[in-house]
């Protein structure tokens, strides 16, 4: 049984190879504009659900989208995770002021994500 809940899958982040081209598709999926606009990640925010999308070869070892699951405490829910069978693929980071980021795999190898906002 869990002792840290999640507050459910509410970023997924894509690679891409050419932002400019993915941004068009993804603008005209969502249907608004970015909330973020840089060279090395443009982020949609739609129906309360944040869609990012990542460069190929920004640092980012992503190869398939990446669902990210939001929780109060990451250092708590991938300890739980970790314990359970999981493998940590990247260790607890800060990405901006205030937001900490984290990957793992489960048994099968498919990468999932964590965010915590302070």
Same mark, same amino acid.
């Given at each position: 049984?869990?002792?840290?809940?999640? #507050?459910?899958?509410?970023?997924?982040?894509?690679?891409?190879?050419?932002?400019?081209?993915?941004?068009?598709?993804?603008?005209?999926?969502?249907?608004?504009?970015? #909330?973020? =606009?840089?060279?090395?990640?443009?982020?949609?925010?739609?129906?309360?659900?944040?869609?990012?999308?990542?460069?190929?070869?920004?640092?980012? =070892?992503?190869?398939?989208?990446?669902?990210?699951?939001?929780?109060?405490?990451?250092?708590?829910?991938?300890?739980?995770?970790?314990?359970?069978?999981?493998?940590?693929?990247?260790?607890?980071?800060?990405?901006?002021?205030?937001?900490?980021?984290?990957?793992?795999? =489960?048994?099968?190898?498919?990468?999932?994500?964590?965010? #915590?906002?302070?």
């Amino acid at each position: 049984m869990s002792t840290s809940s999640t #507050q459910g899958i509410l970023t997924v982040l894509h690679p891409v190879s050419d932002l400019a081209r993915a941004k068009a598709v993804y603008q005209a999926l969502l249907g608004v504009e970015p #909330q973020a =606009d840089s060279p090395y990640y443009v982020g949609f925010e739609a129906a309360g659900q944040q869609i990012g999308l990542v460069p190929s070869g920004v640092g980012q =070892d992503m190869d398939s989208p990446v669902a990210y699951w939001h929780v109060a405490d990451i250092d708590a829910k991938l300890a739980e995770v970790t314990a359970a069978g999981a493998k940590v693929k990247e260790a607890p980071r800060e990405v901006s002021p205030g937001r900490r980021v984290a990957t793992f795999t =489960d048994p099968d190898g498919n990468v999932l994500g964590l965010i #915590q906002d302070s």
